[in-house]
Structure formats: structure tokens, C-alpha cells
């Protein structure tokens, strides 16, 4: 029997094993090793701090689907040389096709003052079930003072979430009457709000409007837990009466353990085939990468599809096609009810028009609306219920520029962004 392993069981990871499970040769197999026993829905631990719901999690086994073998161990190294997966049990899988789907890890540790005992207490985060929870609890008692919200070093997870937070804290301090008594910073590495210019440009308005301030180009290096004050590189220091921080991203440990990763433990891929670079018969998708794109949900989505595809061609012998364009899109929380849609690729950046249908939408581009904000909550059925079982859905892989108007203002009715 001939094996395929995906190692984590992430969005990306669960998706391609679901789809390759229901369509392999009966001499080979597909499982997955992930040591955790629940799969969280990271996109709802945004809403978990402002009092949305707080079932983001499920059991894992009924995600993956009844052709997938699930290892509940955690991975300690790949040799492959060998085609071997070494857990840190003390066994060892053999594979012919592997993939490395194993996503990032938050490394608070990497910044002087993250990790003590004012972690839960004047510094939080979103990122995990927990963490969001508990700053649940501190928003519940902020009267007021000053809010910072820091990035301390791309790239991170879903990059417009720290954005979404800052939005939906306007609104619930606003909501509260406390509007006038707390002030938002944002303290970020880039030289914008936004990491795309073009949503810099149009909707860097939006910061001024619910007055937060933006400190740019600060790289945190240190933070000063009891004082309350974050410091940069540079020397420039921004104090805070509650932080909640975006800590330092870095690849799997198993990554850095095997070689297989880059200086952050980011795994090198061919930006087209998502075949890892200078390995044999390895793949690689989602955040676990070094792409240039996302570390966000659709982005492990659409490579998904393309890479199932790449793997049945090359359990045919056949060579991997060229069909990944970096495809993202994101709904971004503006507040009030309302969001924002963002559709882009490698080549193009977010364009205005409607998605995914031209002229029918049902979702605007650049642009807030409430169906965008009801879209991002009903999202949720469609995650569990198709999504990760690996469902086709209406949504095309790669972008098109279909209903979209580019900067010249000339509509176009097809084709896809890098044809």
C-alpha cells in the first residue's frame, strides 16, 4: 500500500485529505497526523472578545472523512531523504507523497516582556480559544484609558485581523458610551494600516473616521510589562493601559527540525505547483509556507484544490501544473454591522466591483455593506458543512476578473488576473 501524509489537520491540511481521500487508486492511502484533539474555526475567534460566539471548536475526527487515517501524535521531524515522518512518540510513518500542512505558531517568547505574569492580565491576545476568552474579560472591564493593539513583525495569521479588532472596539466602546474615554493606537512594522496600497489608499479613511491612531514602521523589540510601555528598535516607545498584542509568527518546530524550513521555520514552495523546493515528491500549503499571500483561510482553501489536483497527477506519474495564482479574499469587520470584501491574487491587487457573480454580487468590493458583514457570519455553516468536507463550492479557484474594474475604469467580463 502507497501512502500519502499530510502532516496537520488545519484548514489546508483537512481539505486536500478529504478530496484526495474520495478519489485515490485502491492501492493507496491517505492520513494525517495532528496531536490536537479539536479543530478550532479561527475566523470566529475574532468575535469571541466583543461577545460573539464561543463554539469555535469540534471534535476533530468527524472533520476528516471516512477514507482518512487521523495519528494523533505530534510530529518531531521529517527525514526526506528516507520518506520518513519521525513522531515524537518514538515511531515513524513511511510516505511516497507528503504534505506539509502544519501552519504557524505564536513565539511570544521572541519579544523581552510578552511572556509573565501581566500575560492574561494588561496583555492579550485573539489567536486561541483561551485568549480570546479571557480578553473577553478584560474588555468587559476596560472604563477606559489606552488601547494598543501591536504587530510586533510580519507576517502573521489572517493580516487584516488586528484592523477588524481595532473597528469592532470602536464599536463596542461606542456602544457603551465609553467612546470618548479610551483611545485606540495601532502600532504596526509596515509604513500603512493596510498591507495592500491600493486598500491603503481607499480605505485608510477609515482609522481617521473612528479616530484611531496609527503609529507606523514601529518593530517592537521589548516590552515593559509593569510600566506599560512597548519600546522599537529605533527607540520610539508607545504606552498602553491594555495591549493586545499579534506576537511573533514562525513555522512548525518539526519545520525548523527537519531542514526543511527557511530562517523563520517557513517552508520554501514553488509559488505555482506548491511543490516544496529542493524536496522529492513534498508539497506544501497554507500558513506553513513562505508564500507571498495571505496566512489566511481562503488563500489554504484555493491552494487545497489545486494541490489535491497535483497530487492525484503525480501518484500518474504526471508533472504538477502550474494553476496556484495566490488567490485570497477576505471579508473585513468594519463595525456597526457592516464589512468590507477584498479579492486579490499575486499580480492584482484588490480591485472594486462584485463578487463572485458580475453585477449580482451579492457582495461589493472595497466597499461597506451589511450583506458583506452577514457574509462573514454565514460563512460559518459553510466552513464546517462544505468547506472542510472538501464540497465544491461556487467560488472560482483562481481569481477572475470578472465584475471587477480595474484602475482605468474598463469593466471586464472574464479571464483570470495572470492569463
Known amino acids: 500500500m502507497k501512502s500519502v501524509v499530510v502532516l496537520g489537520a488545519g484548514t489546508g491540511g483537512t481539505i486536500v485529505a478529504n478530496r484526495l481521500a474520495r478519489r485515490l487508486p485502491r492501492d493507496w492511502s491517505v492520513t494525517v497526523v495532528d496531536p490536537e484533539r479539536d479543530h478550532v474555526y479561527q475566523p470566529g475567534l475574532l468575535f ?14 468527524p472533520t476528516l472523512g471516512p477514507g482518512v487515517t487521523w495519528i494523533a501524535e505530534e510530529v ?6 528516507a520518506r520518513r515522518v519521525v513522531l515524537a512518540g518514538g515511531g515513524a510513518l513511511t510516505y511516497d507523497l507528503l504534505v506539509v500542512a502544519t501552519g504557524a505558531r505564536l513565539c511570544p517568547e521572541e519579544t523581552p516582556g510578552l511572556e509573565g505574569p501581566a500575560r492574561g492580565r494588561t496583555i492579550h491576545d485573539f489567536y486561541t ?19 494598543v493593539l501591536n504587530v510586533v513583525e510580519m507576517p502573521i495569521k489572517c493580516p487584516v485581523a488586528p484592523l477588524e479588532f481595532l473597528f469592532l472596539a470602536d464599536d ?77 509568527h ?31 515528491r513534498v508539497f506544501a500549503l497554507g500558513d506553513a ?3 507571498p499571500v495571505s496566512k489566511a483561510g481562503s488563500v489554504a482553501h484555493f491552494q487545497a484544490e489545486v494541490l489535491a489536483a497535483n497530487l492525484r497527477r503525480a ?14 479574499n477576505c471579508f473585513i469587520e468594519s463595525g456597526k454591522g457592516k ?20 453585477r449580482l454580487g451579492p457582495f461589493p468590493l472595497l466597499k461597506e455593506s451589511r450583506r458583506n458583514h452577514w457574509g462573514k457570519l454565514a460563512f460559518r455553516p459553510l466552513y464546517w458543512n462544505a468547506l472542510l468536507p472538501g464540497r465544491w463550492l461556487p467560488v472560482p479557484n483562481r481569481m477572475s476578473l470578472a465584475g471587477k474594474r480595474p484602475p482605468d475604469g474598463t469593466p471586464q467580463e472574464g479571464a483570470h488576473a495572470d492569463a
Open 289 to 291: 509556507t513562505n508564500l
Open 76 to 81: 518531531a521531524r521529517v527525514e526526506a531523504d
Open 250 to 280: 514562525k513555522g512548525a518546530a518539526c519545520v525548523e527540525a527537519s531542514g526543511l524550513g527557511d530562517e523563520m521555520g517557513f517552508v520554501p514552495t514553488d509559488r505555482r505547483t506548491l511543490a516544496v523546493r529542493g524536496s522529492d
Open 48 to 61: 469571541i472578545p466583543f461577545g460573539g460566539r464561543d463554539d469555535v471548536e469540534r471534535p476533530r475526527r
Open 172 to 248: 463596542l466602546f461606542s456602544r457603551r458610551g465609553l467612546r470618548d474615554r479610551v483611545e485606540l493606537v495601532y502600532a504596526t512594522p509596515l509604513d500603512s494600516a493596510f498591507t495592500k496600497p491600493v486598500c491603503a489608499e481607499r480605505l485608510g479613511f477609515l482609522l481617521e473616521d473612528k479616530g484611531i491612531s496609527l503609529e507606523t514602521e514601529f518593530s517592537a523589540c521589548e516590552v515593559d510589562a509593569e510600566g506599560r510601555t512597548l519600546r522599537s528598535y529605533d527607540d520610539r516607545t508607545v504606552a498602553y493601559d491594555l495591549l493586545v498584542t499579534i506576537p511573533v
Open 339 to 358: 464589512a468590507l470584501l477584498i479579492d486579490f491574487n499575486y499580480e492584482t491587487e484588490p480591485l472594486p466591483g462584485d463578487f463572485p457573480l458580475p
Open 129 to 147: 480559544p483561551a485568549g480570546a476568552r479571557a480578553l473577553r474579560e478584560a474588555l468587559d472591564a476596560f472604563e477606559g484609558g489606552r488601547l
Open 315 to 328: 501518484i500518474a506519474g504526471k508533472s504538477p501544473l502550474e494553476e496556484s495564482d495566490g488567490h485570497a
